[in-house]
């Protein structure tokens, strides 16, 4: 693709981070629109024209055309990560939730993408590869969101598969999470001005920025640091393929470990950025000549660091209440992931191909800068847990009858923040 786009300097660095700035720039938009349309809907629209501009890029011969399908598509996926963290907050309980996002978020991609792309690569095609590959995806996530506006509803409400008296049962199984039901509520900037005045809210902008550098890292340069321990261009494609099947079982075994280990989450969110950092240090330091494989393994290592970003999803998706705070911390969340993959390209400066010393160096700083997060952010929950145990208006608090505590948490125009609940515990 390189050779064919005619593209030299730090063009295929500005390749990754074009996307992110469409990305970015549609989230501010993405905030409103959630609280306004049905998001199961939304998600489904956005997948088929994301679909649709994939094989475009089989069609492009220059930077010029490339970066311009790529800043499209890049607006057309700003909705896909708050929507689903939103569904995840309206379906599941907050024991539910580590495991569950951890699911949608897999890196599926990182192993089958690989496979597929050493075969598609082996095949004989009158197209190359890489144009071959961006058809097949291209349709597939046509097909997916055709399947998402079918069938994915976006509330109880309206969910085909549930008769009316199950649909009670999937409202009262996530009372206890005290988050609310339903995301399309009247735009109120007083949740927003709550949110940017909450500790924990920074930490996740702070952290998410972190590890989209990282993530920026090794989602575009992997299979170029591979090639420079010196592996062929199709055993290349092939030998990324376990980084992603090691992220998939560390992070959907931490998630399971959620349900048995009561506020875990931010512990092992810190534990997963342990092994990363050791394996970024391993790449650095480990001489290519005589010991690639172990350089290999210190790559595959790196896998762990999706684990945090679920365990961080999960925990903005289970500690944050009302229509329009959930909406703007995930659309946060998600404008953070763009600008540290906007960022993290370019600390991966061509002139230091194949090794991009520098490159190891910010994804080091970056997976120190995560661990700390996750630390911070389970310190503050206890703090404000311990408060709201200690407060006078909660020691006051008459106790609600069952049903009326049902009711303000299963009826869709309820729109409490979890300040406004007094009774409201974050999960760490």
């Not at 309206?158 to 009247?186: D, I, Y």
């Not at 208006?393 to 609940?421: C, G, H, I, M």
């Amino acid at each position: 693709m390189t050779e064919r786009l005619h593209l030299h300097g730090s063009q295929y660095s500005w390749l990754s981070s074009v996307f992110y700035i469409g990305y970015l720039l549609l989230q501010f938009p993405t905030t409103y629109i959630l609280t306004r349309l049905p998001i199961g809907k939304y998600l489904g629209g956005s997948l088929i024209l994301w679909g649709l501009c994939l094989p475009l890029m089989a069609t492009c011969s220059s930077f010029a055309s490339a970066a311009t399908v790529r800043f499209i598509m890049g607006m057309l996926e700003a909705g896909l990560l708050p929507t689903c963290v939103l569904l995840t907050a309206t379906w599941y309980t907050r024991e539910e939730q580590p495991l569950r996002t951890a699911l949608w978020f897999g890196p599926f991609s990182g192993i089958f993408g690989g496979v597929l792309a050493y075969f598609v690569d082996s095949a004989r095609s009158t197209l190359p590869a890489w144009k071959l590959l961006f058809i097949i995806y291209g349709v597939a996530t046509v097909a997916l969101g055709v399947v998402c506006i079918i069938a994915l509803p976006d509330h109880p409400d309206n969910a085909w598969f549930l008769r009316p008296s199950e649909v009670h049962q999937a409202k009262m199984r996530t009372q206890e999470n005290k988050t609310g039901l339903s995301t399309r509520q009247p735009w109120n900037f007083s949740h927003i001005f709550e949110a940017t005045k909450d500790a924990k809210y920074w930490l996740i902008v702070i952290f998410a920025i972190a590890q989209s550098i990282t993530n920026a890292g090794i989602t575009n340069f992997s299979p170029l640091i591979i090639s420079g321990f010196g592996y062929s261009r199709g055993y290349t494609v092939l030998l990324a393929a376990p980084q992603g099947g090691i992220a998939l079982v560390a992070q959907v075994a931490a998630s399971i470990a959620t349900l048995y280990m009561t506020d875990s989450r931010c512990l092992f969110w810190i534990l997963s950025c342990i092994p990363a950092f050791i394996g970024v240090l391993m790449i650095r330091f480990v001489p290519l000549s005589t010991h690639r494989n172990t350089a290999l393994m210190g790559l595959y290592l790196t896998g762990f660091y999706n684990t945090s970003w679920v365990m961080a999803m999960s925990l903005v998706s289970s500690n944050t209440a009302g229509a329009t705070k959930k909406s703007f911390t995930a659309v946060s969340l998600a404008i953070c992931y763009a600008v540290g993959n906007i960022v993290g390209p370019h600390f991966f400066l061509d002139s230091e191909k194949p090794h991009y010393h520098s490159g190891i160096d910010a994804m080091m700083v970056a997976f120190a800068t995560m661990a700390v997060c996750g630390g911070l952010y389970r310190y503050i929950c206890i703090l404000q847990n311990k408060a709201r145990d200690r407060s006078v208006q909660y020691r006051l608090l008459p106790a609600l009858p069952e049903e009326q505590d049902e009711t303000v948490f299963s009826e869709p125009d309820s729109d409490k923040t979890d300040k406004e609940v007094l009774t409201f515990r974050y999960t760490y």
